[in-house]
């Protein structure tokens, strides 16, 4: 496909070059921020190169005002639980739906597309509640517990399976396989698209959600990344942007990575999932 | 009798067995959904009938009292009315600029992926840490924003911190937010759709390339446009993690809005009932939604 330069194109391109500058303005001025000390950002805003490198400095203020490892710690082990169990509880449950006949899988999925409409926000007062009568607030409990059931994974597993063919199924029934070694050797190998595109949805969602950790955590040893944000804006009183910049370059870094590395499949799982948001 | 009452017992048994181990694989599925949805949503309704308030031992029932309290409500109504503006600021302009990428994009043979990478990445980009660079750019005397318009000789305004321009710095955010993922979407609607037809519509006189978005793309286009205004209307009325880290609802509740409204009667004030009853009106919105893209669909035609 080679294309002459037309001014179509070549308004095109600009359009896109200029579009793309500004999505990517508070990358730049995050970066650049993140090295300047105070007097360099409340004289020169505009410039993008610091004056003084002050690299070290705010960095050093990010990593010891709250402990951001901790915080990545937090983020790695919350999404992993969650994405773990919702894996290992919506897989064999669509397979059934999909798969083997019994009277509930109508009900079941009334209640998977009724499920689908109440998102975290609609039920997190009787949950904290509960919780709280349970006194496990500030624990990694009830950071993943809710989490712990993903109808949108039931859905989609639902619907990736139901057009896997039932010879392949019928195949390892013969071969005396049980059901749950089914489920475990056949079919989940089998739908590994679908569970990527999975994973990749979840992690995002939880890795970025605020609303129920700062319900549920006060205490900053349990903190997932965007809570321990909030706590290290809270002790950073003032216009300390320097600081701010950089424990913010911190904490989005390993997320922007994993999706630069495998940026392909990022896309493909959203879109796959995109349904949901 | 026996022998041909056998082979009938023989295939209920398999039936049964079947349903058993089914129901076995799907139970920890329904124990957990009961848990954590079902049971919470019917609470939520409930309590929203209640003057439960977290550290009082008692609760009493007191029927509609919650909604009609809501209706005479101040900061609610404000609530309402700032998440309505912001889901009308920020839906239309993100899908039109989703939509509008999405075909540069796919028009121009060079540098596809990098654009679709730049323009992604706020999507997988930590939202309450950009919020807080978003926060540096509007700040209105040290920020790069105003600086720009400084050179123009505008005077930029006090973006998030003047009731009159807050919504509109939220929304800003918002969309740079929401493109990158409308735009996947679009263009996964947009390689779906078959090659011919747009020589067939050219054989037919669309000439320019309006004339083929017009006639092609556009209505080839239609359930990935209902599909993304859905998610797009629900996820603004969703809007949180910005409000929260950025304008707490201030100055003067300009910022108010749903989700965080909830957040501060029932978690910062405790008022578990009161804001129960918000919850419901929350869910009701998001049914109400629901039920009109299933409304739109069975209307719209298909062209596949």
């Known amino acids: ?277 | 009798m026996s022998d041909v009452a056998l082979p009938v017992s023989a295939i209920e048994t398999a039936a049964w067995r079947e349903a058993r181990i089914a129901w076995l694989l799907a139970s920890p599925a329904i124990v957990l959904m009961l848990l954590f949805i079902v049971l919470p949503t019917i609470a939520v309704i409930v309590l929203g009938f209640t003057d439960f308030e977290l550290g009082y031992g008692s609760f009493r029932f007191v029927g509609l009292e919650n909604y009609a309290d809501l209706i005479s409500d101040r900061t609610f109504r404000r609530s309402l009315w700032n998440t309505t503006v912001y889901t009308a600021i920020v839906t239309p302009i993100s899908i039109a600029l989703g939509l509008g990428i999405a075909l540069l994009i796919e028009s121009e043979p060079r540098g596809r992926d990098f654009f679709r990478t730049v323009y992604f990445l706020p999507v997988a980009s930590l939202l309450v840490a950009m919020a807080t660079v978003w926060q540096y750019l509007f700040h209105p005397s040290i920020g790069p924003l105003n600086s720009f318009l400084a050179l123009f000789g505008i005077p930029g305004p006090n973006w998030l911190g003047a009731s009159s321009t807050v919504l509109y710095g939220l929304s800003i955010i918002g969309i740079w937010q929401s493109v990158g993922f409308n735009m996947v979407l679009f263009m996964a609607g947009l390689t779906a759709i078959p090659r011919e037809l747009y020589s067939a519509a050219e054989i037919d006189g669309a000439q320019s390339a309006i004339d083929r978005f017009r006639l092609v793309t556009w209505p080839m286009l239609g359930p990935t446009t209902l599909f993304v205004t859905t998610i797009s209307v629900i996820n603004s009325v969703k809007v949180f993690e910005t409000v929260k880290t950025l304008t707490e609802g201030g100055p003067n509740k300009a910022s108010e809005m749903l989700l965080f409204t909830i957040y501060q009667e029932g978690f910062v004030y405790l008022k578990v009932g009161y804001a129960s009853a918000m919850t419901v009106v929350f869910l009701a919105i998001l049914v109400v939604l629901m039920v009109l893209q299933y409304r739109f669909l069975d209307r719209q035609v298909h062209y596949s």
């Open chain 1, 1 to 277: 496909m080679t294309q002459s330069w037309t001014f179509g194109r070549v308004f095109r391109l600009t359009l896109l070059i200029l579009g793309a500058l500004m999505f990517l303005a508070p990358y730049i001025f995050m970066i650049s921020t993140a090295g300047k000390d105070q007097s360099d950002i409340f004289s020169a805003s505009l410039s993008l190169i610091p004056q003084h490198f002050a690299y070290m400095a705010n960095f050093t203020k990010a990593l010891t005002r709250v402990s951001m490892p901790n915080l990545l710690l937090n983020g790695v082990i919350v999404c992993g639980l969650i994405l773990v169990l919702q894996v290992v509880v919506a897989v064999p449950c669509a397979y059934a739906m999909a798969k083997l006949k019994f009277a509930a899988a109508r009900i079941l999925m009334a209640v998977v597309m009724l499920g689908l409409l109440v998102p975290i926000h609609a039920t997190a007062l009787p949950l904290y509640v509960a919780f709280d009568k349970l006194a496990l607030l500030n624990s990694y409990a009830v950071l993943v517990a809710p989490f712990s059931i993903s109808v949108f994974g039931i859905f989609l597993f639902l619907q990736f399976f139901r057009a896997m063919p039932d010879d392949l199924i019928h195949a390892a029934r013969l071969d005396g396989m049980s059901e749950a070694g089914i489920v475990a050797r056949v079919i989940v190998p089998n739908a590994w698209p679908a569970v990527t595109a999975f994973a990749i949805f979840s992690v995002v969602a939880h890795w970025n959600d605020l609303f129920w950790p700062l319900i549920v955590v006060t205490n900053q040893s349990y903190a997932t990344p965007p809570l321990g944000l909030l706590f290290f804006r809270a002790a950073e009183a003032g216009d300390d942007y320097g600081a701010l910049m950089a424990a913010t370059l911190i904490i989005t870094l390993p997320l922007v990575i994993a999706f630069l590395l495998a940026q392909k499949r990022f896309v493909e799982g959203i879109t796959m999932t995109g349904l949901k948001g």
